[in-house]
């Protein structure tokens, strides 16, 4: 176990949500974001050194169950090609797909085989962070360099700029009722940012009285409220923090899950609410189930 994850001996509980004591799961590179599909989790690797921009082939995908066992570390790429620095993913179409630096990546999921490679717009350099199905079939991406967020179509690979006027642009969320998109920013110089609203055929726009951070990974709970993470700062390495958010994004309460992590990123919340939080500077996923 990483010697930044200690385990807490109890939980100071958080009224309404409660969490039993967490688990971690070590032996991972880097981990960026779970993705929670039925009973499996999905962990994306940036490799063996925090670098989200390095094109080293040296990025993959693992693959647990519920219950936290390691199916198979290396579950992508399976068929000989190769990953630079994975993070956010999601499926759609029998596919999982995930952004890898400059471009969204395709596989399989019955067979592993990589059928799906789309490279984001010209436009300078780019930091393609995080995905969200829209359920119709197509994609938002956020682009953290670019303050931006896209929506592609797998179909034609055609890609639309929604917005590019959300700082740092991070996590995303979308709700299919009401057709808009939750984005994360983190700031456009890493330092600090806000959460934003982008409803389709909109402008961005920030959400009063949300959270504001170095905020990464954004997931709504089943009872409709939100979580969002917060790395608080990057140097030094500070544990970060979870935020509960009413439905709508606004008044932020931290959520102390009574064990610090290094770097909580992309975590994924499951039907249950047990959330599987990657801890990117430990190498580990913390799971915390609800009590």
Not at 75 to 90: E, I, R
Not at 98 to 110: P, S, W
Not at 116 to 130: C, V, W
Not at 221 to 240: E, F, K, Q, Y
């Amino acid at each position: 176990m990483n010697r930044f994850l200690p385990l807490a001996l109890g939980l100071t509980l958080l009224p309404g949500f409660a969490v039993a004591a967490p688990r971690v799961i070590p032996g991972f590179a880097t981990p960026e974001s779970v993705l929670i599909d039925g009973d499996r989790r999905y962990v994306s690797n940036i490799g063996t050194t925090l670098d989200p921009l390095a094109k080293d082939g040296d990025g993959f995908i693992s693959s647990l169950g519920a219950d936290g066992t390691l199916i198979d570390r290396h579950a992508f790429p399976a068929d000989g090609t190769t990953l630079d620095a994975p993070k956010g993913m999601a499926i759609t179409g029998g596919r999982l797909y995930v952004a890898d630096i400059d471009r969204v990546i395709g596989f399989d999921i019955a067979t592993g085989i990589r059928g799906f490679e789309a490279s984001l717009p010209a436009g300078g350099p780019s930091l393609a962070n995080d995905l969200a199905a829209t359920g119709d079939g197509a994609l938002l991406l956020s682009d953290t360099l670019r303050g931006a967020v896209y929506r592609l179509d797998p179909a034609t690979r055609g890609w639309t700029l929604l917005t590019d006027a959300i700082p740092g642009a991070n996590g995303i969320v979308y709700d299919a009722a009401t057709r808009a998109a939750l984005v994360a920013g983190l700031g456009a110089d890493f330092s600090g940012g806000d959460l934003y609203t982008l409803p389709e055929g909109g402008p961005a726009r920030r959400v009063e009285g949300g959270p504001h951070g170095i905020l990464d990974g954004l997931a709504r709970l089943p009872d409709g409220r939100l979580l969002v993470s917060d790395w608080i700062a990057l140097s030094p390495p500070t544990p970060g923090r979870l935020l509960l958010l009413r439905p709508d994004g606004t008044d932020p309460t931290p959520l102390d899950l009574g064990i610090p992590i290094l770097g909580p990123a992309d975590f994924g919340a499951a039907a249950d609410g047990t959330l599987w939080i990657p801890a990117t500077l430990g190498d580990a996923v913390v799971v915390a189930p609800p009590s």
